[in-house]
């Protein structure tokens, strides 16, 4: 099971919080943006590779400061070794560490994953709760985890899943102000998407943000999606080009030459 086979997403009840006030021109330019974004990567989803909710919420959690190539080269011995959350809690953080070496941080995930099974095992019947409320009880849990596992694993749309790609992102095409905390970028981005429309909006960006929109040489030049939402990261390069043009044509001739002789 992964994202191409994901259930249909459904909204499940009222938010925790209100969402900021968008105006129509905003709703339009995030629908255009919708638009260019599917038209570019209709096929986007969840790159992690897992067969139930129980295995996405442990390739989630290996995932952090990961990529999910690497994560799902460790994960299908792991899964072997451990295929419900009973069997993860009658093991042991060691036991569970020798499947993960190869992956950031194993030793605390190790950690995490064998405590948020035993919850599963011992307090939720050994199935994955299906509110955010109850996945925030579980260690190693935080609110980009639980939504990627509710909005894949069950179509249950309760928030936006922010990573560092989807926060480059809305910042780079002015969905959320530049200097917005992960949690307002969250509730600016829910607030300018359909809501049974935000896990599908957040595999896009995800998706751009890997193939084209990087944090380091950002192919945004030659992308169209880029050229046409304005993306900042290609501004910020021109500006500088610019004022390094400007710094040129300002000189006199070998004053160039005697500052590099004085450095």
């Known amino acids: 099971m992964s994202g191409p086979h994901a259930p249909a997403q459904r909204e499940h009840g009222p938010l925790p919080f209100a969402l900021p006030r968008v105006t129509a021109t905003q709703r339009r330019r995030a629908a255009a943006l919708l638009a260019a974004l599917e038209a570019h990567y209709p096929d986007a989803h969840c790159e992690l590779e897992y067969r139930n909710p129980h295995e996405l919420l442990v390739a ?6 990961a990529t999910d190539v690497g994560v799902n080269k460790a994960t299908p011995a792991l899964f072997a070794a451990f295929p419900t959350p009973a069997d993860y809690a009658a093991s042991s953080p060691e036991q569970i560490e020798a499947y993960i070496r190869s992956i950031g941080l194993f030793r605390n995930k190790a950690r995490a994953i064998h405590a948020a099974m035993k919850d599963i095992a011992e307090k939720f019947g050994g199935r994955v709760p299906r509110t955010m409320d109850e996945l925030l009880t579980l260690r190693g849990v935080a609110r980009k985890t639980a939504n990627v596992v509710l909005g894949n694993a069950f179509g249950i749309n309760v928030g936006f899943v922010v990573d560092t790609h989807v926060e480059r992102l809305a910042k780079r095409f002015g969905l959320a102000p530049a200097d917005a905390t992960v949690a307002m970028t969250e509730r600016w981005l829910m607030a300018l998407f359909p ?13 751009h943000g890997r193939r084209a929109c990087k944090a380091r040489l950002p192919a945004c030049a030659d992308h169209p999606v880029c050229r046409g939402f304005g993306s900042t990261c290609e501004l910020r390069i021109s500006a500088r080009a610019s004022d390094t043009d400007r710094t040129k044509s300002n000189q006199k001739p070998g004053s160039a030459s005697r500052a590099a002789k004085r450095r």
């Not at 989630?60 to 400061?65: D, F, K």
């Not at 809501?195 to 998706?207: A, G, P």
């Open 60 to 65: 989630t959690i290996l995932s952090a400061q």
């Open 195 to 207: 809501r049974d429309r935000w896990c599908d909006v957040s595999h896009m960006l995800i998706w």
